[in-house]
């Protein structure tokens, strides 16, 4: 099964949702700032995207440069923030086989509906 994180506010989000719907494919929905991923489940996502967790934050956020920026954080400590603050997740993110990527843009989507 096919899933995308997905934030309804994000153009680039409803871009790979609008992709996917396109797709005639069956895709779940998981609104991750109502629904929030879990530690584990957030390991999960890193270990399909294959990168590590800092490269998952959306850097620009202002909670980001307000609370963290230049400091000197672990893996772990990345974990409990983005799950904190979930607005700090890339997004669109979209998982098929234990493959997953970014869609930003949205046709790098189309690498996993091959």
Known sequence: MIKIYHNPRCRKS???????E??????????YLEDI?????LREII???GISPELLVRKNEAVWKEKFRGKLLS?????DIMQA????????IVISNRKAVI???ADTINTLLK
């Open 14 to 20: 409803r871009e790979g949702l609008e992709l996917l």
């Open 22 to 31: 396109n797709s005639g494919k069956e895709f779940e929905v998981i609104r």
């Open 37 to 41: 991923p879990t530690k584990e489940e």
């Open 47 to 49: 270990a399909c995207l």
């Open 75 to 79: 893996d772990e400590e990345i974990l």
């Open 85 to 92: 603050h979930p607005k700090l997740i890339e997004r669109p």
């Open 103 to 105: 869609g930003r843009p």
